[in-house]
Structures are given as C-alpha cells and as structure tokens.
C-alpha cells in the first residue's frame, strides 16, 4: 500500500510559540504539479497573524543577541541535527510543494548550511582600518540584522 505523504501537510500556522488551528487569513488548495492533483488544503496567514509573527521574531531576537556565542551555536546545530531527524517529512513537503521526485535528502543541504553557520558563531569580530593617510581609525562591528522576510525560489 502507499503510503499518504500529503498526511505530513499541515493547516495551521507556528506564530511565536502557539499553533493557530484556524487561521484568518482562510486556506489554498495546492496542486501538486508532478501529478496533477489538489494536496491538502494549506492555512494562509492574514495580514494580522504576519504581523504578530514579526512581532514573536523581533522579541525573540532581543533574548538571542543576548546569548553567548557558544550557546547560540548549539543551538544551530540541534537545529541541523533535528532537520536531518526529520528528513523524510521535510522531503515529502519539499517534494508536495514543488513536484520534485521524493529524497529524504530535502533536509540535507539546509541541515549542511545551519552547521556552517554554528561554525561562524563565535569567529565573528569586527575589523580595525587604518584609513591612511587620514588620521584617526575607523572599525566594523558586526551587528545582526534581525527579522526579515523572504520569498525563496525553489528553482
């Protein structure tokens, strides 16, 4: 028997740390372009649930710069290790949403890109530049950019 991949579908939107089981913003159908067929209705945030999810971002933005670096990257890298865990459902949706043949690889790559970027999170210093043959220094520091919003292109 085959297996009901469109079970790993969810209708409802993660904003902060509660789940919304009905959201205002109403429900799309998707087709899934490989076969044809309508997969399982998607919840769709209205304009208030994006922003009360921004608004949970930048609060949790505030606690996160205050972490230390070390704590931060432990957590990326929990993040790679349960995206790898989780694989086989981030496969199924990435393959439901995009028609691509099923891998359990879907989690792959991104579970590559949070260990890179553990890596990075206590190497990251500013620069001192010598702006020669000014007088005085100039220097970067780093600061985190915070909470943005993203269409990402499958292709």
């Given at each position: 028997?085959?297996?009901d991949?469109t079970?790993?579908?969810?209708?409802?939107?993660?904003?902060?740390?509660?789940w919304v089981?009905?959201?205002?913003?109403?429900v799309?159908?998707?087709?899934?372009?490989?076969?044809?067929?309508v997969?399982k209705?998607f919840?769709?945030?209205?304009?208030?649930?994006v922003?009360e999810a921004?608004?949970?971002?930048?609060?949790?933005?505030?606690?996160?710069?205050r972490?230390?670096p070390?704590?931060r990257?432990?957590?990326?890298?929990?993040?790679?290790d349960?995206?790898?865990?989780?694989?086989k459902?981030?496969g199924?949706?990435?393959?439901?949403?995009?028609?691509?043949?099923?891998?359990?690889?879907?989690?792959?790559?991104?579970?590559?890109?949070?260990?890179?970027?553990?890596?990075?999170?206590d190497?990251?210093?500013?620069?001192?530049?010598?702006?020669?043959?000014f007088?005085?220094?100039?220097?970067?520091?780093?600061?985190?950019?915070?909470?943005?919003?993203l269409?990402?292109?499958?292709?």
């Open positions: 028997m085959t297996e991949r079970a790993y579908l969810e209708n409802r939107l993660l904003i902060g740390d509660r089981e009905k959201s205002r913003g109403g799309l159908e998707q087709i899934n372009p490989a076969t044809g067929k997969n209705p919840a769709v945030a209205s304009v208030d649930e922003d921004v608004a949970a971002a930048r609060a949790a933005f505030v606690e996160w710069r972490w230390a070390d704590a990257r432990e957590v990326l890298l929990r993040v790679a349960l995206l790898v865990a989780n694989g459902e981030i199924t949706v990435s393959s439901l949403e995009g028609g691509a043949p099923f891998s359990d690889l879907g989690a792959y790559y991104p579970a590559m890109w949070f260990r890179y970027y553990a890596g990075w999170a190497k990251i210093t500013g620069e001192s530049i010598n702006p020669y043959p007088t005085g220094i100039d220097f970067t520091v780093p600061e985190p950019v915070g909470v943005v919003g269409f990402v292109a499958s292709n």
